[in-house]
């Protein structure tokens, strides 16, 4: 078993319609959809739109810690 801190995701909440959407792991790996990094983004902008269209209340995306610190490396 992985320790807690292997499974870091971080979480995005959008406001879509005065209403909070969470993005998690369980909607995207329902997608099979698996991505890192700048794609992450792309990805939950597609989900929020399929969202929307299908009125749903929680969508949910996977962050990944190692992705999320090597983008922060191309910004700074």
Do not use: D, H, P
């Not at 890192?36 to 929020?48: S, T, V, W």
């Amino acid at each position: 078993m992985k320790s807690t801190k292997e499974n870091l995701m971080y979480r995005r909440i959008f406001g879509i319609q005065m209403k909070k959407i969470c993005y998690t792991k369980e909607y995207l790996k329902y997608k099979r959809t698996f991505v890192f990094g700048q794609k992450i983004r792309e990805a939950a902008l597609k989900y929020k739109q399929l969202l929307l269209c299908n009125k749903m209340t929680e969508i949910i995306c996977i962050w990944y810690r190692n992705g999320a610190q090597r983008e922060k490396k191309k910004y700074t």
